[in-house]
């Protein structure tokens, strides 16, 4: 075990993420051998009683092609729907067959990113799961591809997996396709090698990352990766990126593909998916003094301080806040509907309040459900 990756030796709990290229054939379909393949290693880990697994698989939407007789992955949002629903049911009972070799019981769990954004649905998910862990269950988690739509997909599993880490407190994540690595250019190409370790973006402003993966059924490639593992390490959690025939090696802490050190600490889990998970459905034009007050300051944004509104959005919903000049500097979970708002601008709360009634005297985003977006 080398040294640096102690953390992941060490790890007790552990979200562990896999492509759809290391679970399917290129034509659509789950590859059975792939699958037991993971289960051998993830069961024999569990077997030891050391760690807790949580599983991020992809590979509902490949699973479902060749059943549907469709050769490649569709592009239209309603065919990518069919196919999840019919590869969603085929893979969950794959992996329910294959862990049971093991005595382990699967269970399954479904997101899209409104689930974990606002308040009530956030503190369900986050419920769920660490029932599932504490009755001895090993939940299977995916993006609810059969009923997101393109507003509320993460638009990779890899994103989920870093948010769902942070979701459960992992002590590791583990990013598993198949490429061996981040490489300091194109891994086909001579002279090229593995980057070992990774303690900050500054290690890859150099370095050109891949897009494409190579079997062509999922959505993720090397950049979604990567981006994946920098959300992990800033909310403190460790990762290794490498290809599924090296899981093993990655959740003992062997020296394989890339490790990307902790860089940040953990911050409030649902602000962590509200900057990084969800889609704003509209926006908030602040006045100067409103930015500084909710940049600098870290206050609730008030009525006073709102000089414009765009969009059509419910109380609840997420929005971008922005300033004067159109540049969002903070995003955020409203308490009005757009509708509302114009008679609110630029108003005191204590006005609104004797006009209104008392419900308008409150925030129009409470500093505890806003995350800054520049510093």
Known sequence: MAGSRQAAYEARRVVVKVGSSSLTTASGGLDADRVDALVDVLGKVRGEGEKEIVLVSSGAIAAGLAPLGLSRRPRDLARQQAAASVGQGLLVARYTASFARYGIRVGQVLLTSDDTSRRAHHRNA????????????????NEND???????????????????AHLVHADLLVLLSDVDGVYDGDPSRPGTSRIAEVRGP????????????????GTGGMVTKVEAARIAAAAGIPVVLTSAVHAADALSGKDTGTYFHPTGKR???????????????GS???????????????????????AAVEGEFTAGDPVELRDVAGCA??????NFDA???PRL??????????????????EVVHRDDLVILRP
């Open 345 to 362: 601008i630029g108003r005191s709360t204590r006005d609104l309040a004797r006009e209104l009634g008392p419900a308008y005297e409150r």
């Open 146 to 164: 059969t009923v997101a739509t393109d507003e509320i997909r993460f638009g990779d599993n890899d994103r989920l997996a870093a948010l769902v």
């Open 202 to 217: 500054e290690d890859l402003a150099d370095v050109e990352i891949g897009s494409a993966g190579k079997a062509g059924v």
């Open 284 to 306: 908030l034009t602040l006045d100067d003094g409103a930015v500084r007050a909710v940049v600098e300051r870290r206050k609730s944004l008030l009525p006073a301080g709102i």
């Open 339 to 341: 509708r509302e708002i």
């Open 126 to 141: 986050s419920r769920t799961l660490d029932k599932l862990l504490a009755m001895g269950a090993l939940p299977v988690v």
């Open 267 to 281: 911050s409030a889990d649902r602000l962590l998916w509200l900057q990084h998970a969800s889609t704003p459905q």
């Open 329 to 334: 500097v903070a995003r955020g979970l409203v």
